[in-house]
């Protein structure tokens, strides 16, 4: 959702929607409106200044008020999709090699190998896997393909993308994933996408890059939140020393009347209830 926005010193904004805690529009004194930008940190820097928790206003002219509103709503609708609550995940821990025929093998390639279609059509690559899985990453799923022309065995990790032939490994990592889709034309194409490139693997039947494109979606999912380092909003007893610290230090001559105002409305603003 866009629409035309004019900030005081015609200011240019470039902030994620994870920045914010809410979202807000208001009228002023000169009857225009005001979009109100509450941040989730009390220092989130606007034009070289932190907030101190004092929500940023974006002037907008009246007759905006209906864009304004859907934008609102847009930006809510993330703000939800970003708190939402994940389910348990499953035991991801990578397991212990244990003794097999032909040599150590990873429980968790074996498992994923027996979901597999026809796990018979490439053993080698298989039993390459068993090899290079690396003791801190768990693997999902794994499908019999083409890439580039040469056959091979694609597998998802919780860290790697992994396409095993029998003369060579290519691996990506999960972090510059993007997303996976499967078609289905004359041959089963699972497009990967990532890194600002398209990776195409190609299998005759789709079943097994289906399991994949999910195990994918998963992988991406544990990396970009178990990645991300997001602020947490401050509790009561934060913001009421917060406040404290603040009236001292206005005692003390450390602050002047109007920071002292501007900081104390945005913890009054920040305040649960």
Same mark, same amino acid.
Request: include cysteine; glycine fraction near 6%.
């Given at each position: ?9 015609? &200011?240019?904004? $470039?902030?994620? +929607?994870? =920045? #914010? ?5 208001? /009228? ?55 708190r ?45 896997l068993?090899?290079? &899985?690396?003791? $801190?990453?768990? +693997?999902? =799923? #794994? ?5 580039? /022309? ?26 510059v ?9 004359k ?70 009347? $109007? ?11 920040t305040?649960?209830?």
């Amino acid at each position: 959702m866009t629409t035309p926005l004019r900030a005081d010193n015609d &200011a240019a904004l $470039d902030v994620g +929607v994870a =920045e #914010l805690s809410r979202i807000a529009l208001a /009228g002023t004194d000169d009857d225009r409106m005001a979009l109100l930008l509450f941040f989730r940190s009390a220092q989130f820097v606007v034009n070289g200044e932190p907030t101190h928790r004092h929500p940023v206003p974006v002037y907008l002219e009246p007759d905006l008020r209906e864009q304004a509103q859907a934008l609102i709503r847009a930006v809510e609708r993330d703000l939800i999709s970003l708190r939402r609550v994940f389910p348990p995940r499953p035991n991801l821990i990578p397991p212990q090699l244990i003794p097999g025929p032909n040599g150590p093998q990873r429980p968790d390639v074996t498992a994923a190998a027996h979901r597999m279609r026809q796990p018979s059509n490439c053993p080698r690559e298989i039993d390459i896997l068993h090899e290079c &899985a690396r003791p $801190d990453e768990y +693997v999902l =799923e #794994l499908a019999q393909a083409g890439h580039l /022309g040469a056959p091979g065995l694609v597998a998802i990790t919780t860290l790697r993308l992994l396409f095993v032939s029998a003369w060579a490994v290519y691996e990506f990592p999960v972090a510059v994933l993007t997303g996976a889709v499967v078609t289905m034309e004359k041959v089963a194409t699972l497009r990967i996408s990532g890194a600002g490139t398209d990776l195409d693997f190609l299998d005759w039947e789709p079943g097994d890059f289906t399991r994949l494109t999910e195990a994918v979606r998963v992988a991406c999912e544990i990396e970009h939140v178990d990645g991300a380092i997001t602020q947490s909003l401050p509790s009561s007893t934060d913001l009421f020393e917060e406040w404290q610290l603040l009236v001292e230090r206005r005692k003390l001559g450390m602050v002047e009347d $109007d920071p002292f105002r501007r900081q104390a409305v945005g913890i009054m603003l920040t305040m649960p209830g």
